[in-house]
């Protein structure tokens, strides 16, 4: 099971003290699958994304690469006659790589179909089909404009148990071929939303497929432990300000209209903060709900034209997790 650090990422004084990173007992381990939480190919957008096989010696191994997300022509509609907004369509790569081998690419090139998403790679045996290769390890890194660097985070690893054991051909989260998905996701801080403080959440569902739009549960924190709820619905991937998912995160709330701790953020007592947990509440297609969903969550802090990013803390386990269903029961 997963546990995070606490690191720091790339703003200065207030504007950032980074979010927590993935790491295993030990340290972050390598693992048979990484999933990325998102590829941004929008005009004036660059995403770099790198895969490396750790492995020193022993044959080479194949990693496909599964972008879900958008049709990036949204004068139209996708090959698939989906509007270009609708998530979950599916573009597919392989990579060959030799034992210390690294590849990095810019998504819109690997990948011109898509306006944006998320990835998962992981590798494959030489008959095609998934396998435990623990040795996998990556980053992903956006940068907005030509030269200015806007936030990196390493890519959630799963550690490889077996092959696809059940036969339904997708990488099941469920601790037999891969490792669980957490049960709750833990973010130790957001800013008080409003003029220059616009972050931003992506999440990701983990349990149905295409065919679920996803509920999310919220507990939100101020600064001295008032708890308040709401909740969020998404299509597979999504990515929204906080303000849009509830004025509870926004600084004028906080400050006028909760009993917050009057001397916090120490330094800098005019901007308020506070804390979150999510976990999924259910998942729903046009013919079957599934309750408890997997989810992943990453918060984007965003300040004025600064942005750093890193995975959350988790808790728990959740063996409901799978990657991709397509049906409408999410079975396979």
């Known amino acids: ?3 995070h650090k606490y690191v720091l990422s790339g703003l200065t004084a207030l504007a950032g003290l980074g979010m927590a990173s993935d790491a295993l007992a030990g340290g972050r381990n390598p693992g048979s699958m990484l999933l990325y939480p998102e590829f941004d190919n929008r005009d004036g957008e660059v995403t770099l994304l790198t ?4 492995a020193t ?20 509609s996708s090959p698939q ?5 609708v998530n979950c369509e599916e573009f597919n790569r392989n990579a060959v790589l030799t034992p210390n081998d690294t590849l990095t690419l810019i998504t819109n090139f690997h990948n011109p179909q898509h306006e944006q998403g998320y990835v998962y790679v992981f590798a494959k045996d030489e008959a095609g089909e998934p396998m435990a290769h623990n040795y996998l390890i990556g980053n992903l890194m956006t ?9 990196s985070m390493n890519p959630v690893s799963y550690e490889g148990l077996a092959g696809d054991l059940n036969g339904n051909g997708l990488r099941d989260m469920d601790g037999d071929e891969y490792e669980q998905n957490a049960q709750e996701i833990l973010i130790p801080r957001f800013m008080g939303q409003g003029n220059s403080y616009r972050s931003e959440l992506i ?3 983990l349990t149905g497929g295409a065919a679920f739009s996803t509920t999310v549960d919220f507990l939100i924190y101020n600064d001295n432990e008032e708890v308040f709820s709401s909740e969020y619905t998404f299509r597979c991937w999504d990515r929204v300000r906080l ?4 004025g509870i995160f926004n600084n004028v709330f906080l400050r006028d209209f909760t009993d917050h701790a009057s001397n916090e953020i120490l330094g800098a007592s005019s901007r308020e903060s506070g804390w979150m947990r999510m976990e999924g509440h259910h998942a729903s297609s046009t013919s079957t709900t599934l309750v408890a969903p997997a989810i992943y969550a990453v918060l984007l802090e965003r300040i004025g034209d600064r ?8 808790s728990g386990q959740n063996p409901n997790g799978a990657l991709l269903a397509r049906s409408l029961d999410g079975s396979l």
């Open 243 to 246: 303000s849009d998912i509830s």
């Open 307 to 314: 942005g750093a990013a890193d995975l959350p803390f988790e």
């Open 1 to 3: 099971m997963r546990f």
């Open 81 to 85: 006659g989906g509007s270009c907004d």
């Open 203 to 205: 999440f990701i569902g």
């Open 51 to 54: 895969v490396t096989n750790t």
């Open 143 to 151: 940068i907005d404009g030509i030269d200015k660097f806007e936030y």
């Open 57 to 76: 010696s022993g044959d080479d191994v194949t990693v496909e690469f599964v972008y879900i997300g958008r049709y990036a022509d949204c004068g139209g």
